[in-house]
Structures are given as structure tokens and as C-alpha cells.
């Protein structure tokens, strides 16, 4: 079985940062793509930033030239350092990867991290 564990959220003061990660476990051959996601209060779910087996990196506006998302492919880890941080960014996050099974493809999701950003 495969597991997304997650960490680092918090409560920190707006203009401060936090390093969030998500690590991989089970039984996988490989991680093709990791992602974060964000849901704030009363909204949807939606995409911060992604990276996939190339390396090709994707943000959502919101989170460009503030948070810089990364993987360690020998830990089976991946990273989302947030600088800068709103109010607005306050939320649960969610790690999300894509992973080569026995059985083909599997996607899954973590439990969630809280992130508040508030004075």
C-alpha cells in the first residue's frame, strides 16, 4: 500500500516561510509527477505547483517568484518551500504524485497539512 505523508505546515506571520514536504512509501517502482494543492476555507481545491519526472516545473500564478517546488528522487520526497507568504495562502495542503506500481499507474493523495498565515 502506498502512503503520502505530509509535514512542515503551520501558523507563521505574514512575509514568513515554511518548507513543506511529502514523502512516498509502499511499494512503487518510481514517481512520474508530484504535486501541491491547496484548499483554502469555503473553497475548491486547486493547483499550486507541480513537477514532473523531467523536471518540468509548473505554478499557479499566485505561487510564482514565492514558492519553489522540488524532489529528491532517492527519498522518494518532494518540497514545497513557500517565502513570502499571504494570508491568502492559508489553507489545508495537499501532496498529490502519480507512481509506477506493478499493476500500472497509481495517483494518490496525502492527508493534508494545515498552513495559516495570519499576525
Known amino acids: 500500500q502506498v502512503q503520502l505523508v505530509e509535514s512542515g505546515g503551520g501558523l507563521v506571520q505574514p512575509g514568513g516561510s515554511l518548507r513543506l514536504s511529502c514523502a512516498a512509501s509502499g511499494r512503487f517502482f518510481g514517481i512520474n509527477a508530484m504535486a501541491w494543492y491547496r484548499q483554502a476555507p469555503g473553497k475548491q481545491r486547486e493547483l499550486v505547483a507541480s513537477?514532473?519526472?523531467?523536471?518540468?516545473?509548473n505554478y499557479a500564478d499566485s505561487a510564482k517568484d514565492r514558492f519553489t517546488i522540488s524532489r529528491d528522487n532517492a527519498k522518494n520526497t518532494g518540497y514545497l518551500q513557500m517565502n513570502s507568504l499571504r494570508p491568502e495562502d492559508t489553507g489545508v495542503y495537499y501532496c498529490n504524485a502519480n507512481l509506477d506500481e506493478v499493476s500500472g499507474v497509481g495517483y494518490y493523495w496525502g492527508q493534508g497539512t494545515q498552513v495559516t498565515v495570519s499576525s
Open positions: 513537477i514532473n519526472s523531467g523536471g518540468y516545473i
